[in-house]
């Protein structure tokens, strides 16, 4: 099927695309809502507890009157990015549409919360580097395999065992920890952290920094 000649122009001459700019900017959006838009990158294993202190971090905030959305890996693949499978390329790629999303939630002076396993170094680093320096803030997960495992909440390290899921991260696929992250989160041995406790540790850093206020 060859593309409408409007189409094809489009496409071969991306030059015809150019940035709109709006009277109503972000430093105006973040004085109306009183807080910094920012993007808070939660990695880690599978199990480690991402959506939990995603959704303790959502709270938290909402009780202190912020607004934030939460981007939930899976959640994004019922909608935005139900046409990716989970080979290489389209992990990278759903990474990626998540951290333009991100973006234009922080741009709009909301708080956006991502929570996805993002198992590479170098696909993290290509979202850190979509944002202003200070507003991508990269929270691990540091909690080892084996309790992650223990929990597999959706029993997917036990398929994964049983050679039903293939290239599953820790178990036939790595994980590559953050080497320079902004907060890193522990859960080891048979310590318990809450995730409000988690939560407000990284309430905390955002109070620090200047993100709960415009």
């Known amino acids: 099927m060859i593309a409408p000649p409007f189409l094809m122009s489009t496409m071969e001459n991306p030059t015809n695309i150019v940035w709109h700019k709006s009277s109503v900017e972000k430093l105006d959006r973040q004085r109306l809502l009183q807080q910094k838009g920012c993007v808070i990158w939660i990695t880690g294993l599978s199990g480690s507890g991402k959506s939990t202190v995603a959704c303790a971090l959502s709270q938290g905030l909402h009780m202190r009157g912020k607004l934030t959305y939460i981007l939930d890996g899976d959640n994004v693949r019922h909608g935005l990015n139900r046409d990716l499978s989970f080979k290489a390329e389209d992990r990278a790629e759903n990474i990626r549409r998540i951290a333009e999303v991100a973006k234009l939630f922080a741009d709009a002076g909301i708080i956006c919360i991502a929570s996805l396993i993002s198992p590479y170094r170098k696909d993290r680093d290509v979202c850190r580097a979509l944002f202003p320096e200070g507003d991508f803030i990269e929270v691990f997960m540091d909690v080892p395999l084996h309790v992650c ?16 899921i293939k290239g599953f991260t820790g178990v036939d696929d790595p994980y ?26 990284v309430i905390s850093y955002l109070e620090e920094k200047g993100y709960l206020q415009a």
């Open 176 to 201: 590559e920890p953050p080497l320079n992250c902004e907060i890193v989160l522990q859960q080891k041995g048979r310590d318990c952290v809450l995730p409000c406790e988690m939560a407000e540790t």
């Open 149 to 164: 495992e223990n929990r597999d909440p959706k029993g997917l390290y036990k398929l994964a065992r049983a050679g039903k």
